[in-house]
């Protein structure tokens, strides 16, 4: 059986911190995938479009990484998928205060055998979210070493317009 795990979030931007759980969950499982949000209610720095463009640049060298968006609820696209897990990134305690209490709901809702695994961040990239890297970025600060390469030059592009 296949091992199939989904990674979802915003990821607007993707930083140091998702580039890095992803990295590693592609390690323990066949194959991963990157699922981006798609919430019409709320107005992202990047499009969807962009996100999924940029999530794929920057997750290139790591073959079994896949790049796709969803809307609704996780727990159907888990079930539509039939992911053996799904992976999500801790920072610090209050992360796993609201992860837990989503793993739990998540466990009623899951229809198979999906585990909710917790992985824990990286500490050099255990104060990196994606809200503070835009405020940053907007306010002229330097964001170096907290997102990859390409989407610090993606950011800067887009707020020099």
Do not use: W
């Not at 790591?62 to 969803?70: A, L």
């Not at 890297?133 to 907290?146: D, M, N, T, Y």
């Amino acid at each position: 059986m296949e091992r199939k795990a989904l990674y979802a979030g915003s990821f607007d931007p993707v930083t140091n911190g998702h580039l890095n759980i992803i990295e590693r969950a592609a390690k323990m499982y066949d194959s991963l995938t990157v699922a981006i949000a798609i919430n019409p209610r709320k107005t992202g720095f990047f499009t969807v479009e962009e996100r999924v463009e940029i999530t794929r640049e920057v997750t290139k060298h790591i073959p079994n990484v896949k790049v796709e968006t969803f809307s609704g609820l996780i727990a159907d696209y888990v079930n539509a998928n039939g992911f053996t897990a799904y992976v999500r990134g801790l920072r610090n305690t209050a992360d796993f205060e609201s992860e837990l209490q989503m793993a739990q709901m998540n466990a009623l809702l899951f229809t198979g055998d999906t585990e909710t695994i917790l992985l824990m961040t990286d500490p050099q990239h255990s104060f990196i979210c994606s809200s503070i890297v835009k405020e940053v970025a907007s306010l002229g600060g330097s964001i170096e070493g907290l997102v990859p390469e390409y989407v610090e030059k993606r950011i800067k592009e887009k707020l020099s317009k």
